[in-house]
């Protein structure tokens, strides 16, 4: 925590984890997204998402605050070289991070991410799992609205994967 406290990077200004805000704008994008039939029944997520939230740990370190798709590079062969866009780095809580593997990683995979990330608490895994429906919904809107079949294809994969997570719960 120390060396987040001494970082220039600011502290999250926009609420990345803010149930109150977040919750009911995810609702909204997905409804709006089922009556278009981009999406079919997301009920688990919304189950998930309006559940009691995890006490949270009140930890912080530097984090780049907007990890998806977009802005992680991959080679050939789909192993990851590269990070971009990090205007959004900001001290705050891990699992703004986190929600990568809930985006990019099927279920399978999950239990190998954390054991090479290292320790992760049920609360911070959770408020990961959180944090990327709200991104997911956001992500599934705007490339709708767009019309960007790429960023459609990986947000419909990133909802199949969250589908699958609350699954297993």
């Given amino acids: ?4 406290a ?3 990077a600011p502290p999250d200004l926009i609420g990345r984890l803010d149930r109150a805000s977040r919750i009911p704008k995810s609702i909204k994008r997905f409804e709006a997204l089922q009556h278009d039939g981009v999406i079919g029944d997301i009920s688990p997520l919304l189950d998930f998402l309006t559940d009691s ?3 949270d740990s009140g930890e ?3 984090v780049h605050g ?3 798709a977009r802005h992680l590079l991959l080679d050939d062969d789909q192993n990851l070289t590269g990070v971009i866009d990090w205007g959004d780095v900001h001290v705050g809580h891990p699992a703004s991070d986190l929600m990568v593997a809930h985006i990019m990683l099927p279920v399978g995979l999950h239990s190998t991410f954390r054991e090479s990330y290292g320790p992760i608490t049920q609360a911070a895994w959770h408020l990961a799992r959180m944090r990327t429906i709200y991104h997911t919904a956001m992500v599934l809107s705007y490339a709708h609205a767009i019309g960007d079949t790429h960023l459609l294809d990986a947000g419909l994969t990133s909802l199949g994967f969250l589908l699958e997570g609350v699954a297993t719960l």
């Avoid at 925590?1 to 987040?4: G, I, L, W």
């Fill in 6 to 8: 001494e970082a220039a």
């Fill in 53 to 55: 939230a995890p006490e």
């Fill in 66 to 68: 907007d990890l998806y």
């Fill in 60 to 62: 912080t370190v530097i």
């Fill in 1 to 4: 925590m120390r060396v987040a």
